[in-house]
């Protein structure tokens, strides 16, 4: 008998409804979080500086990076070979005669006298 009171007291209860939101109360809602790693995204900041800063707010792409490091490398390996094959090795300079015209002169030391 105590199980049936249980289920018909069960039945009558009635849920109180949660209180509407009055239309005319202003509610802030949240103020964003901001997360480690946005930076100066993040902060307020004018059009002008927007436009001035672009590359503080633009997100990073890979795909250019990755071209910019590869031109990057091309260039130092290219200076690398200049300097390795052809100036440390040659050891003839020119030279311009009275004359205009070029001579290819050895290279020689003060030490070597």
């Not at 205009?100 to 290279?107: A, E, F, S, V």
Request: proline letters at 7%.
């Amino acid at each position: 008998m105590g199980n049936s009171m249980m289920k018909v007291n069960e039945k009558n209860m009635k849920i109180p409804s949660s209180p509407k939101p009055d239309a005319s109360a202003s509610v802030k809602p949240p103020e964003k979080q901001h997360e480690p790693g946005e930076g100066i995204r993040s902060l307020k900041t004018s059009n002008i500086f927007r436009t001035l800063n672009f590359e503080l707010y633009a997100r990073p792409n890979k795909t250019v990076m990755v071209i910019g490091v590869v031109g990057f490398t091309v260039c130092v390996g290219y200076l690398t070979y200049l300097n390795y094959y052809h100036y440390d090795h040659n050891e003839y300079y020119e030279a311009f005669a009275e004359d205009g015209t070029k001579i290819l002169r050895p290279k020689k030391s003060r030490w070597d006298s």
